[in-house]
Structures are given as structure tokens and as C-alpha cells.
């Protein structure tokens, strides 16, 4: 299957302070990506979606301004978390899927935020 | 109203004996496609198998199959002979995709435990 990696895998931080996170896709070209946050022992939540060249759907309880995504590229997406409080700690997943492939979810290893 | 239900928190299985973890979910989208993932410890998302909404079989993948009632929606996974490395969390996931947008909702999961 894809590969798809983010980076950082962790990352510390201060209250305060703000964190960006890349979901890149390496092998194929990603016009739609996804980002989740996962507490622990709990499902996936879905923060938002976006489409390589418009500007991404939140869902709903989902501060845009808090949370921006940019889809850069084709194959590369970013969660910049701003102002980071302990109550963003958490694990952060993106997943990316070709053009036109509907059946085809590939998800990256996660990144685990952890707000002082 | 829940998209995608998960029922059972927790299941356990004998190795070597067949598990069906249950799916139900709920859209008024024609096309949607039903994703099975398996989360280990380690926090990836590991996908396992995949039905359209519009597959006339039951999509299988090596020990996996997915039991589909669409009339019934619901998608329930069963996994022959089990083994130890089964043992994880797994959760049901929907992608809808209606006027252009698309969402992915994920069930609540269930962690499943095979006994030696």
C-alpha cells in the first residue's frame, strides 16, 4: 500500500506556544486529506478535511483558528496547532487518499502532542 | 443519531476460533464505501479491508471478510483462526461522499483480546 509519514511522531511543547505537524504522502499524490484526533481509549475524531486547492472543511466544534490546515502540495498537508494549551494534548493522525480513489484511506503513524 | 456504531467495547476470542466484530451505521448518501482498521498499541491505523456501497459480494482479504447487509446497514467484521497479534483495538469506519464533500466517520472500536 501508500506510504504516508507525519512528522514529528512527538513533540513536547509549553502553553502557549504554537506546534506544526506535516502529514506527508510520499508515493502517490493526495488531493484529499484528512485529520483526526484520537484521546486515549477513544475513537478517531475527525477535525477536518481538505482538498488540495480550496480551503479545508471543519467539522463542527472544530476552532478553525485554533487548528489550521493548510494543503500546501499534493502531497503534503499541515495541522498547526496555535496556542497550544494541555487540553490540545493528544494524538494527532492524518490520512490521505489518491485522486479519485474512493476505496483507498492510508493513514500516517500519528503524532503524540504533549502540552505543558 | 450515531453514523457508525461499534456495540461491543470488548471481545474475546480463543485462538484459532473465528470473531465477528459488529457495524451498524446510518447515511442517506448513495455511495459511501465501509472501512475495517486495526489499531495495535503502537497507535497505527492499519487498514484491513474495504466495501463499496455498491459491491455486489462480501469483500474478503486473506483471514478477513466483511459480512455487508446493506439492507440492514450493517458491516460486520469476521476474522477466521484467529491468532495472538489479532489481539488490538479495531474500529469501523464510513466515508461518505455527497455533493463534493467528503466525510469519514469512525466507530467508537472495539478491542479485542485472543486467549491462548
Known amino acids: 500500500g501508500a506510504v504516508v509519514s507525519q512528522h514529528p511522531s512527538r513533540v513536547i511543547c509549553k502553553s502557549g506556544t504554537s506546534v506544526k505537524i506535516e502529514c506527508r504522502s510520499l508515493?502517490?499524490?493526495?488531493?484529499?486529506m484528512f485529520w483526526y484526533r484520537q484521546f486515549p481509549k477513544k475513537s478517531l475524531m475527525l477535525m477536518a478535511t481538505?482538498?488540495?486547492?480550496?480551503?479545508?472543511?471543519?467539522e463542527q466544534g472544530v476552532e478553525k483558528d485554533k487548528f489550521l490546515i493548510n494543503h500546501a502540495s499534493l502531497t503534503l498537508s499541515t495541522l498547526t496547532v496555535t496556542s497550544a494549551h494541555p487540553e490540545d494534548s493528544s494524538f494527532y493522525i492524518c490520512?490521505?487518499?489518491?485522486?479519485?480513489?474512493?476505496?483507498?484511506?492510508?493513514f500516517g503513524p500519528g503524532t503524540r502532542l504533549t502540552v505543558l | 443519531a450515531q453514523k457508525i456504531t461499534q456495540t461491543q467495547p470488548g471481545m474475546f476470542v480463543q485462538e484459532k476460533e473465528a470473531v465477528t466484530l459488529d457495524c451498524t451505521y446510518d447515511?442517506?448518501?448513495?455511495?459511501?464505501?465501509l472501512f475495517w482498521y486495526k489499531q495495535p498499541s503502537s497507535g497505527e491505523m492499519i487498514f484491513l479491508i474495504y466495501?463499496?456501497?455498491?459491491?455486489?459480494q462480501n469483500a474478503t482479504e486473506g483471514r478477513y471478510s466483511l459480512n455487508f447487509q446493506k439492507a440492514r446497514k450493517s458491516a460486520n467484521l469476521v476474522i477466521s483462526a484467529s491468532q495472538l497479534g489479532d489481539s488490538a483495538m479495531y474500529f469501523c469506519?464510513?466515508?461518505?461522499?455527497?455533493?463534493?464533500?467528503?466525510?469519514?466517520?469512525f466507530g467508537t472500536g472495539t478491542k479485542l483480546q485472543v486467549i491462548p
Open positions: 469506519a464510513m466515508r461518505e461522499y455527497g455533493g463534493g464533500y467528503q466525510k469519514v466517520t
Open positions: 481538505s482538498n488540495e486547492g480550496s480551503k479545508a472543511t471543519y
Open positions: 466495501q463499496g456501497s455498491y459491491d455486489q
Open positions: 508515493d502517490f499524490q493526495a488531493t484529499t
Open positions: 447515511t442517506s448518501d448513495p455511495s459511501y464505501g
Open positions: 490520512s490521505a487518499s489518491p485522486p479519485s480513489a474512493f476505496n483507498e484511506q492510508f
